[in-house]
């Protein structure tokens, strides 16, 4: 069983940054991709960002490009989210899954394993 445990979430001001992490266990974490979702009231969970198992590879969505930053240390486990200069438009739970395919993938319905979420709330 596989077990993705988030952390880092909290109330910022616009502009501020946060980093999230996300602890994972149960699953040989340095054999899959990461990727970090988040899902606002009323909508849609979209995707944020993915790592290669080996770190050398991301992806982006273009809303975030440029402002976040994913990374991993496999030999803790670990992949975290550096967020900065943080929009209200940013404010959403987010989530960090595991795929058994590509960094590349985009899709929900593409990671196998979520963890529970963490809030992130950027005030105006």
């Known amino acids: 069983q596989v077990q993705l445990v988030e952390s880092g979430g909290g109330l910022v001001q616009a502009g501020g940054s946060l980093r999230l992490s996300c602890a994972a266990s149960?699953?040989?974490?340095?054999?899959?991709?990461m990727g970090w979702f988040r899902q606002a009231p009323g909508k849609e969970r979209e995707f944020v960002a993915a790592?290669?198992?080996?770190?050398?590879?991301?992806n982006y969505a273009d809303s975030v490009k440029g402002r976040f930053t994913i990374s991993r240390d496999n030999a803790k486990n670990t992949v975290s989210l550096q967020m900065n200069s943080l929009k209200p438009e940013d404010t959403a739970v987010y989530y960090c899954?595991?795929?058994?395919?590509?960094?590349?993938?985009?899709?929900?319905?593409?990671?196998?394993?979520w963890g529970q979420g963490t809030q992130v709330t950027v005030s105006s």
């Open positions: 790592i290669s198992w080996s770190g050398s590879n991301t």
């Open positions: 149960g699953r040989t974490f340095s054999n899959y991709a």
């Open positions: 899954a595991t795929t058994r395919s590509s960094y590349k993938r985009v899709g929900v319905n593409e990671y196998d394993y």
